[in-house]
């Protein structure tokens, strides 16, 4: 069984260290289950459903560190992953930015990170949701794919000197992508949520069947600067990639958007909008997330902007101490606040523009601008007078989600993101569509 309680956890915990030789020692366990079916050419493909723990320790002496992992947890597998870590340590050279492990943290519970219907999920319930995507696809002549998957399990941490934490977390998501059979339309849709019951497959099969028999035949639009509706994930894909560059370190180095000509960050100036907030809760109910980090600094709500300032950055544990600062543990999650314009709202106020459903290939081509350049993909469309007048080729862009982030008009509420790579996974993200003006595309592609 890959869910342990609390109790079951902080004794393997404990009898872990109790093996320890070294001047101090973290031990970290981890139990999940993950299930899936994966579906394509409207039929299925591949299932599974699979357990796990791991089992990692950290030994420490003086300011060597080794590290080493395994899943056997009887008495002599403990005894051994810890004379490895130490075997480790020993052969390392000094680090000097190395920390000491801390001592014993007050953490808040957070139950609703976990959801047990979700741990539970069956492939009844994932076959039910694919099988309602294929059924509206057939009839239509659409091909579909995708996978559905739930997951969920718990994490615990311990070291001798006094700390214990433990959480449990419990994820599901579901996308796909549909296609017309002469490959010249294709729709794309998801829904991620720590509750399986807030996924409604149906509901994402019908959207992205939709966007695939508007984006049939799409006609070729010149390159330029467009005002650009971004549907939710897209700006959650732009903005986890500039929320990189939100590390102290990096800035005042002189690496990041965020460096100070000279030296330091620039913490305290206007950066975005007014109407910009970005900030992590790990307790906000819509999108729970850890209640500690991976040193065991608990997690807590704050700003990273607030009416488009630059509030707070990430500061590690050495960084803050060789800056006199406090901690600032990195986010359990990331919040942008919305708005009250739907989709809908902003193609009706819209003369001339372009829609984006997704974002694809996302890399990073300057970090002092954050520009960003990557592919629309699976639904681009042409706004004309207030309308979606037609189906276009797919575009590459290059643009920075600094500039973006100044040049909104419009803002929707908000939702859980997946993510075109799966960024909403790892890392929680709350994101509205936006409207904003002048968005470069620089040139056409053939890709669907």
């Known amino acids: 069984m890959a869910l342990l309680t609390s109790q079951e956890a902080e004794r393997i915990l404990q009898k872990t260290l109790s093996f320890s030789k070294a001047d101090e020692m973290q031990a970290q366990l981890f139990g999940n289950r993950q299930a899936y079916n994966r579906f394509g050419v409207n039929s299925a493909s591949t299932s599974g459903d699979g357990e796990n723990i791991t089992l ?53 519970d957070n139950p609703a990170a976990y959801d047990e219907a979700t741990y539970n999920a069956g492939a009844e319930t994932r076959t039910s949701g694919i099988g309602a995507t294929i059924d509206g696809a057939k009839p239509k ?30 994820l599901a998501s579901y996308t796909t992508t549909v296609r017309t059979a002469d490959g010249t339309g294709s729709g794309w849709a998801s829904a991620m949520s720590h509750r399986i019951s807030s996924i409604d497959a149906k509901a994402v099969g019908a959207r992205a069947i939709d966007k695939a028999v508007l984006s049939q ?4 639009i010149e390159p330029g600067n467009y005002t650009v509706i971004l549907e939710p994930n897209a700006v959650g894909d732009l903005v986890s990639f500039m929320f990189n560059f939100f590390d102290a370190r990096q800035a005042d180095e002189g690496r990041s958007f965020l460096s100070k000509r000279g030296g330091g960050n620039r913490a305290g100036e206007k950066f975005f ?22 040193d065991g600094l608990p997690n807590t709500k704050y700003d990273f902007v607030r009416s488009g300032v630059i509030k707070q ?7 803050a101490k060789k800056q006199n600062v406090e901690v600032n543990p990195g986010p359990a999650n ?15 106020s819209t003369e001339r523009g372009v829609l984006v459903t997704r974002l694809w290939y996302i890399r990073l081509v300057d970090p002092q601008t954050v520009l960003l350049t990557g592919l629309t993909r699976d639904g681009t469309f042409l706004i004309e007078g207030g309308k979606i ?16 982030l100044n040049n909104i008009d419009a803002m929707s509420p908000v939702v859980r ?19 904003v003006r002048d968005f470069a595309f620089t040139s056409l592609s053939d890709a669907v």
């Open 389 to 404: 007048k037609s189906a276009i080729k797919n575009f590459r862009f290059n643009e920075t989600p600094v500039k973006m």
């Open 273 to 294: 909008g007014e109407q910009v907030n970005l900030y992590t809760d790990p307790y906000d109910p819509r999108l729970p997330g850890q209640p500690f980090d991976g």
């Open 313 to 319: 950055l990430n500061y590690s544990r050495y960084w």
């Open 334 to 348: 990331l919040i942008m606040d919305g708005g009250n314009a739907s989709i809908d709202d902003m193609i009706k």
């Open 56 to 108: 990692v320790i950290n030994s420490h002496f003086g300011q060597k560190g080794g590290v080493a992992t395994t899943n056997t947890l009887d008495d002599a597998g403990l005894e051994r992953v810890v004379r490895a870590a130490e075997e480790i340590a020993r052969l390392r050279p000094d680090n000097p930015e190395q920390m000491p492990f801390l001592g014993k943290q007050a953490f808040q």
């Open 417 to 435: 993101i997946t993510g075109s790579e799966r960024v909403g996974e790892g890392f929680p993200i709350l994101a509205p569509a936006l409207k």
């Open 141 to 170: 002549n659409l091909v579909a794919a995708g996978i559905y998957d739930n997951s969920g399990g718990f994490q615990a941490m311990a070291n001798t000197k006094g700390l214990f934490g433990y959480s449990r977390q419990s």
């Open 217 to 220: 035949n799409p006609v070729a």
